[in-house]
């Protein structure tokens, strides 16, 4: 479950399970993928499994039942913020206020957080329609980070 979009080739920290960002996907299908892994959470929109690894928990976000978003929860005592930068050594990083990046085909937003005890590393598609106000903001008021194939990426 690599997160190579067959463009960007991600280090992968040892110890550490990734998600799939292979957008589109059906629940049905990462469900597969995860088989090996305790669902812990589910609802029409979500799945959350228990982590094998580093991370404690990987939770996948859909919409029409398409993955839209990846995020993995990591012991922040386990690794370091360096380590898990190599996932994104070959993306750009973007100017938004996160520090996010965005994979070099621009179709992937990117992003580690620490919320002390677990870092948050998360992905999510970049396809929201190009359609922003008089202040570049979307109609939800978030704002740009990047472009891909004429659509934006936003962030709030």
């Given at each position: 479950n690599i997160?190579?979009?067959g463009i960007d080739k991600p280090a992968i920290p040892e110890g550490l399970n990734v998600p799939t960002i292979d957008w589109g996907k059906t629940k049905n299908d990462v469900l597969q993928l995860m088989d090996d892994y305790e669902?812990?959470?589910?609802?029409?929109?979500?799945l959350v499994?228990?982590?094998l690894g580093l991370e404690k928990i990987i939770s996948y976000s859909f919409e029409d039942n398409k993955?839209?978003?990846?995020?993995?929860?990591?012991?922040?005592s386990k690794i370091t913020l360096t380590e898990l930068n190599k996932l994104f050594i070959s993306y750009k990083k973007?100017?938004?206020?996160?520090?996010?990046?965005?994979?070099?085909?621009?179709a992937t937003y990117a992003n580690i957080t620490n919320s002390g005890n677990y870092y948050c590393i998360g992905w999510?598609?970049?396809?929201?329609?190009n359609n922003t106000g008089n202040d570049g903001n979307n109609e939800d008021n978030e704002k740009p980070i990047g472009t891909a194939n004429n659509k934006i990426c936003y962030t709030k």
């Open positions: 997160p190579d979009n669902l812990i959470y589910l609802d029409d929109n979500t499994f228990d982590g993955l839209n978003a990846s995020i993995v929860f990591v012991d922040s973007t100017n938004d206020e996160y520090g996010g990046y965005l994979s070099s085909d621009d999510a598609v970049c396809d929201a329609p």
